[in-house]
Every structure is written in structure tokens, then in C-alpha cells.
């Protein structure tokens, strides 16, 4: 079984460029997609197939992939942008089976 | 507009089987690529995925969980069902469905989430 590995916690100033990561094996063969959940509320979609953003998500929100780690990056860090933010691909049982990252917490100074 | 309403109890004993509803609206669960998973989170804790159902039927779940499980759907009622047995206070956690969309070699994700339903186990 695979699993998912994000740091627990990313902190940066207002207008600083966060970068969020996200690493494991089935990521050199799954795409990643990411959420974002601020407190008290559901996850939010963010970012599809490692760098597509869904309508209504803004473009300083992006999304990449390379070998075994996605990156979620944020630019201009705004102070809506706090929140957690989980990745999430596909486990090595199928496609069909979900697999989930343990969530970082981003922090706006 | 797509929406999805999880209900059941908010409180169930160890022991217990747990059930819960998943009602939606805006799409149909027969159209090909579509289903619905569930997915929980523990207060303060990560996302944990249970269960995800396709529109042809196929149904899967987390190795971890696999016999505790049944998941299932009625689609002339815009309704999914998860089924939990033998309920542990370690189960204590906000319960989310979520409309899913399968592609082939993309995967499943999740868009959009329902608000969720805190279920809490204690004698």
C-alpha cells in the first residue's frame, strides 16, 4: 500500500510565494489533485490531474508534478489563503482505490 | 448545482452498526464516470477515505476498513448509503460524502464535498 507524505506545517508572509508538498511512490504513476479546508468547513477542490484548477479557483493557485513529489504553489499568499491543505492520488490496489496525504496546515504571518 | 447532504445519528454506542445517507441533487448516479465516495476526518486529525461507489455498481474500500463496510446506492432516489460495523469511540469523526468523477488513468477525485456529519461513539 502506498502512502502520501506532507509536512504539517508551512508558514510565510503576506505576498510570499508558499509551496506545499506532497510525496510518495504513487505519485510517479498517479496524478495528484489537492484541497483545501479551512476550518469548521468542507474540503474544497483545488487543483485536478496535478496542475488543472477547477473554475473559480484563482491562478496564483497551481499545481505540478515531477517523480515522486507534487507541489501545490501559492503566489502572492493572501490572508484567506490560511488554511489545511490535503493531497490526494491513487493507491497501488487500482485507480479506483484513494489514498490520502496527512495535510499541511499553512500559516499566514 | 450539484449538492450532497450526509445524514444520520450523531451519536452511536461501541458495538453499533452506523448508518449514513448520502442525498444529492444536480447529477444522476447512472451517468458513466460518476459516483460517490465517503470520507471521514477524526477532529483534528487528516482525511481518511472509506468508500467509493461508480455508477456501473463497482464498489470499492480502504483495505484497513474493507469488512466493516458496505456501501451502496439507489439511484432512483438520489441516494447513497454507507453501512459501518461494530463502532469503536477511535470512529469519533466528521463523516463527508462527496460527488466523485472516475476517468481512466486519471483516477478518481472529489468535487464537491457535502458539509459533513460529526458522529460520535460513546456508551
Known amino acids: 500500500s502506498y502512502e502520501l507524505t506532507q509536512a504539517p506545517s508551512v508558514s510565510v508572509s503576506p505576498g510570499q510565494t508558499a509551496r506545499i508538498t506532497c510525496s510518495g511512490d504513487a505519485l510517479s504513476k498517479q496524478y495528484a489533485y489537492w484541497y483545501r479546508q479551512k476550518p469548521g468547513q468542507a474540503p474544497v477542490l483545488v487543483i485536478f490531474k496535478d496542475s488543472e484548477r477547477p473554475s473559480g479557483i484563482p491562478e496564483r493557485i497551481s499545481g505540478s508534478s515531477s517523480g515522486t513529489t507534487a507541489t501545490l504553489t501559492i503566489s502572492g499568499v493572501q490572508a484567506e489563503d490560511e488554511a489545511d491543505y490535503y493531497c490526494?492520488?491513487?493507491?497501488?490496489?487500482?485507480?479506483?482505490?484513494?489514498?490520502f496525504g496527512g495535510g499541511t496546515k499553512l500559516t499566514v504571518l | 448545482q450539484i449538492t450532497l447532504k450526509e445524514s444520520g445519528p450523531t451519536l452511536v454506542k461501541p458495538t453499533q452498526t452506523l448508518t449514513l445517507t448520502c442525498t444529492f441533487s444536480g447529477f444522476s448516479l447512472s451517468t458513466n464516470g460518476v459516483g460517490v465516495g465517503w470520507i471521514r476526518q477524526p477532529p483534528g486529525k487528516a482525511l481518511e477515505w472509506l468508500a467509493l461507489i461508480h455508477w456501473d455498481d463497482d464498489k470499492y474500500y480502504s483495505p484497513s476498513l474493507k469488512s466493516r463496510l458496505t456501501i451502496t446506492k439507489d439511484t432512483s432516489k438520489n441516494q447513497v448509503v454507507l453501512r459501518m460495523t461494530n463502532m469503536d469511540p477511535v470512529d469519533t469523526a466528521t463523516y463527508y460524502c462527496?460527488?466523485?468523477?472516475?476517468?481512466?488513468?486519471?483516477?478518481?477525485?472529489?468535487?464537491?464535498w457535502g458539509q459533513g456529519t460529526l458522529v460520535t461513539v460513546s456508551s
Open positions: 462527496a460527488h466523485s468523477l472516475y476517468r481512466l488513468l486519471l483516477g478518481n477525485w472529489f468535487d464537491p
Open positions: 490526494q492520488s491513487a493507491d497501488s490496489s487500482g485507480t479506483s482505490y484513494v489514498l
